[in-house]
């Protein structure tokens, strides 16, 4: 009885682990491929904007983590109407909902929603994991799954991160210029905002 029920607990416990610690692959966001619909003007610049572009994206494990760290990730497609290039980081405010904010750079925004490789260690828990067959007796089920599961999943959560950091990297609006009549498409990272509309001025 005792054995049986020993089983069922870590059957259970097996079970849970299963669907809270898979890792998620990453899916890009490419901000450039949105049918904009909100529009804000600001000082001979427009700007379309896109919240909740994770989630929408597919990428449930960072859209949970943007949301427990308070971090949002807006899709933006900004248009320079002057008759001068404008540095982004230079000359370039942005607001949510009348606020000022310090858009993040791609490496801290990386550090605060990537996935922990490590936590999926948590597998070789199911090392001791056995299996009753018939006369054959008991097979260590745990010794092959377990250590499978966490490399595998320890990989994958490693391939996601690295492409999130590249997509955050090449969608970095601090490190573009608009032309004159030039349309550029970013990814906005902020913290504590909700999703209001986004504005930009100039300095």
């Known amino acids: ?72 990730l807006i899709g933006v497609r900004l248009k320079n109407f002057t008759s001068r290039t404008i540095s982004v980081a230079n000359e370039v405010e942005f607001f949510v909902g009348g606020q000022a904010v310090n858009p993040l750079m791609p490496e801290v925004t990386h550090k605060l929603i990537k996935q ?41 959560a490693r391939n996601s991160n690295k492409k999130l950091l590249a997509e955050l990297e090449d969608y970095n609006l601090l490190n573009k210029e608009i032309a004159p009549g030039e349309t550029i498409y970013g990814i906005l990272a902020v913290r504590d905002v909700g999703y209001d509309p986004v504005q930009v001025k100039l300095r």
Do not use: Q
């Open 1 to 72: 009885m005792k054995t049986l029920s020993f089983i069922k607990i870590l059957s259970f416990g097996f079970i849970l682990l299963l669907f809270t610690s898979c890792a998620g692959t990453y899916n890009s966001v490419r901000p450039d491929s949105y049918n904009y619909g909100a529009t804000e003007f600001g000082d001979g610049l427009e700007i379309n904007y896109k919240h909740a572009i994770l989630k929408e994206a597919g990428n449930k494990k960072y859209a949970k983590k943007e949301d427990k760290k308070d971090i949002k």
């Open 116 to 156: 922990r490789s490590a936590s999926h260690l948590l597998y070789l828990l199911l090392t001791p994991m056995v299996a009753t067959v018939g006369e054959s007796g008991d097979i260590p089920l745990g010794l092959v799954v377990a250590p499978g599961l966490a490399i595998g999943n320890g990989l994958v």
